[in-house]
């Protein structure tokens, strides 16, 4: 495990999450990789997460590494009463059930925080208030109502994102509340309650097209439907079969990438002499790349075009990147012990601290494996 050799920022805090799926752990595991206590209340029998098939498969160990397990059934009076006692030794509490069941429960902020005023509370929603606020969400829903799988998909053929985009960025913003209300609680001494939504965090994603649509009068046309501001901004498929993203945004790098590939001719056509011009004829001048490097092969390209500072991609899938030599030497990809015994590689925040990176300090917790050293502070102050 990388067990850092200072403190990391969030060391003291202490969280109660409430949650399941992807947007609620994902807030968790953020405030977890940065040093704070993060307490996963699971129902008996554990977090239905655990279990997912296909697609859903990897969410638990993705996002619930360094986290304590606790089972808590609080859909008992007993349960609620002992949550709640809990609740109120925690900085924060974070939750991303339907809209009202905390409340059923009396685990919802404006029960809490009557008795702890300083307490945080982070509620993971679909829609944050306003006409659409009571309706149910999944990051697909909103990825339709928000502009995402229109622009993503052919003209007709709306598609949705390849992961779970606004449930993990609706995570991220839930952590960002925290890390705002808890500097504003070391100024005022209240807590606060947080909201952070799928569908605003999908419209703020599509915000460009929004501001796009605000100065031009035009609907932005979907991705693959675009009118490109660059000449040569596409994926084009090499010998075998093999595929690259090419990029050359700037005259500069376009004569750059004619010398890469050896086409004088491309370089010296005054009808491409500029990028307007380029664009103007661009499915033209695709062809005549695409007839060019078919001839040639990603592994021979690729290091003739980095070393010339030209912008390339190779179209990976999620399984080659497990063993991507950048994300092992970057010490992105890291082992974490599971809680079958076993170990598997997991992603890391993608950001550096003074040169470190926030990892694995725990292994996965087993379910409810933390209970009784939590609760048994409780049980020694409850009258019998």
């Known amino acids: 495990m990388n067990t850092p050799t200072s403190p990391l920022p969030l060391a003291g805090i202490r969280v109660l999450e409430f949650t399941h799926m992807v947007m609620g752990p994902t807030c968790g595991m953020i405030l977890a990789d940065l040093g704070a206590e993060v307490i996963k209340v699971e129902p008996p029998g554990g977090d239905k997460t655990r279990k997912l098939p296909g697609l859903g498969i990897g969410f638990f160990r993705s996002f619930n590494r360094n986290k304590k397990s606790v089972v808590i059934d609080i859909a008992t009076d007993e349960g609620r009463a002992t949550a709640a006692e ?65 622009m993503t998909g052919p003209v007709g053929r709306p598609l949705r994102a390849g992961t779970s985009v606004n449930d993990i960025m609706g995570g991220m913003f839930g952590a960002i509340g925290v890390l705002a209300a808890l500097r504003e609680r070391d100024i005022t001494g209240k807590g606060q309650e947080i909201q952070s939504a799928l569908f605003e965090n999908c419209v703020f994603l599509s915000s460009q097209h929004m501001q796009q649509f605000s100065m031009t009068g035009e609907a932005p046309p979907p991705m693959p439907s675009r009118v490109s501001a660059w000449s040569v901004y596409d994926v084009f498929t090499l010998a075998d079969g093999e595929q690259l ?13 004619c010398r890469v590939l050896e086409s004088p ?13 380029r664009v103007a004829v661009r499915p033209e001048l695709l062809t005549r790349l695409g007839d060019i490097l078919k ?46 015994g076993g170990s598997t590689d997991v992603v890391l925040l993608p950001l550096t601290m003074g040169g470190r990176r926030p990892g694995v300090r725990h292994a996965l917790p087993s379910i409810g494996e933390h209970t009784e050293e939590i609760l048994a502070t409780l049980k020694t102050r409850t009258p019998a």
């Open 245 to 257: 993203f090419i990029g050359a945004v700037s005259d500069k790098q376009y004569l750059t990438l």
């Open 86 to 150: 809990l609740a109120g030794e925690c900085d924060v509490v974070l939750e991303n059930f339907r809209p009202g069941l905390m409340a059923s429960f009396g685990l919802d902020y404006k029960t809490l925080s009557e008795a702890h005023p300083r307490l945080i509370y982070v509620t993971h929603k679909g829609f944050l208030p306003g006409p659409y606020e009571n309706r149910l969400a999944l990051d697909e829903v909103v990825q339709m109502m928000g502009g995402l799988s229109y």
């Open 265 to 277: 001719e491309l370089a010296t056509d005054p009808a491409l002499a500029t990028n307007a011009l």
């Open 295 to 340: 001839h040639h092969h990603v592994a021979e390209l690729s290091p003739k075009l980095e070393a010339a500072g030209i912008p390339y991609a190779p179209i990976m899938r999620p399984d080659q990147l497990v063993s991507d030599p950048h994300l092992i030497a970057s010490g992105g990809l890291v082992p974490m012990d599971t809680e079958d």
